[in-house]
């Protein structure tokens, strides 16, 4: 199962299943994932949850930026495209950070993941 920390000066504040479908992620109250900060957009992101088409029990997790004031970032860098997440990815909405962790994938890092 993969999840998104919340973290605060590095230490965990939320914890969010990211189990299947679309989460969405913003400053209005409608969001799956709901960051109520000002530098957060009212609709700021999104992670699209998919099954693997090529490993059985794999899912996928994509994140896009929905055209947000502060940006989205994976690692420090801009998200302009859908991205693909990985296993301890760090995820910056605005100003809030978060870690992406995938049990499975980490599972896989002792494999090889092929991609097209």
Request: charged share 25%; proline share 2%.
């Amino acid at each position: 199962m993969a999840v998104l920390l919340q973290l605060v000066d590095d230490v965990v504040t939320n914890t969010f299943e990211l189990n299947s479908g679309s989460v969405n992620l913003g400053r209005h109250p409608s969001n799956d994932i709901q960051i109520n900060e000002i530098s957060v957009s009212g609709e700021h992101a999104k992670i699209d949850i998919e099954t693997n088409q090529y490993l059985d029990g794999v899912i996928d997790c994509y994140i896009e930026d929905n055209g947000s004031t502060n940006g989205t970032f994976v690692n420090e860098l801009p998200v302009k495209a859908r991205q693909r997440l990985n296993n301890n990815d760090i995820v910056r909405i605005a100003w809030n950070t978060f870690k992406f962790i995938d049990e499975a994938e980490n599972e896989l890092e002792k494999t090889a993941y092929l991609l097209e």
